[in-house]
């Protein structure tokens, strides 16, 4: 659970483009525009809540079919996240526009995000690319990635408010919490292998 220096010879097979799993990341991430559009442009929140439901619920699909049928890539590896970080973004911001979640909420989640720009970008000077996706933020984006959904159907018909209201916001705050610790675990990551680095090069430098 290392981030590896983005230079070297790649594993075989990571340099794939046009796997099944990739397709499915790609499918994932039209799916992003779609849901703003049926949500903020047209209001159709029924459909909005389809298209987030299957978004969210096929988080686990393209990994596991990508170990299944061996056809793990570098790509995959990097569009996975990034339709989970859009889908969490895209309905945060959709979500906070027609108030369906208060704004404070959302600033959390988003000063997250910027710490790990932050640390990427810091990364990326030592020579390191992105850290791998560890279990814990990906339990924490699974958990937000079904809290919305069920916020959005409380919102969406007003005879499930009560008990949908109160699941979605459970998985919710319980979700902010464990993506902050997943974040913080990134953040440790970072700073160990930019004092290796430093160790290394100052070494070298002997």
Known sequence: MRAQPTGGDAEPGTGR????????????????????YLFLATHADVAALVVLAVGGTTDWVDGYVARRLRQVSRLGELLDPLADRLYILATLVAFTARELVPWQFTA???????LLLGSLAILRRYGYGPPPVH????????????????L?????????????????????WW??????????????????????????????GG
């Not at 990341?25 to 039209?30: G, T």
């Not at 959005?152 to 919710?172: D, H, K, N």
């Open 17 to 36: 483009v046009i796997t099944i799993p990739n397709l499915i990341s790609f499918a994932r991430l039209l799916g992003v525009p779609l849901f703003l």
């Open 108 to 114: 959390a989640l988003l000063a997250r995000e910027l």
């Open 135 to 150: 279990y814990l933020g990906k339990t924490a984006t699974f958990i937000l990635l079904a809290a919305f959904p069920v």
């Open 152 to 172: 959005l159907l409380a919102g969406a018909v007003p005879g499930t408010a009560a008990v949908a209201g109160a699941i979605g916001w459970g998985l919710a």
């Open 175 to 204: 979700g902010l919490v464990l993506y902050w610790a997943a974040g913080a675990l990134y953040v440790v990551q970072a700073v160990g292998l930019v004092r290796a680095a430093r160790t290394v090069n100052g070494a070298g």
